[in-house]
């Protein structure tokens, strides 16, 4: 029952699942929990992250302008004029 789970639990249950890419059967088997109540867990946390105060006091879309790089290029403009950059120059890999 998810509210049984702490939210330091529910922030695990969340970071293991983005970071690993864990199934919800792993998930359920590492933290001894049922599929409603990891499902829940990361819906809340999930949810938290894309509201208001968290996300206006800690995301920052990037700038819209191209860069300077990819505009002197004729080779790349075409294809990546629209492009934005990674966050904070970082690859996350998405499962």
């Not at 969340?14 to 059967?25: D, H």
């Not at 999930?46 to 206006?56: A, C, E, G, W």
């Not at 302008?65 to 505009?71: G, H, L, P, S, V």
Request: charged share 20%.
């Amino acid at each position: 029952d998810s509210w049984h789970v702490s939210a330091a639990e529910q922030l695990a249950i969340f970071l293991y699942f983005v970071r690993q890419g864990a199934s919800q059967r792993q998930l359920m088997e590492r933290f001894q929990r049922s599929a409603d109540t990891i499902s829940r867990c990361i819906h809340c946390i999930s949810n938290m992250l894309v509201q208001n105060p968290f996300y206006s006091a800690h995301i920052q879309n990037p700038a819209k302008k191209t860069a300077r790089e990819i505009r002197s290029n004729p080779k790349l403009y075409p294809y990546f004029r629209h492009a934005v950059g990674a966050i904070d120059g970082s690859h996350i890999a998405a499962h």
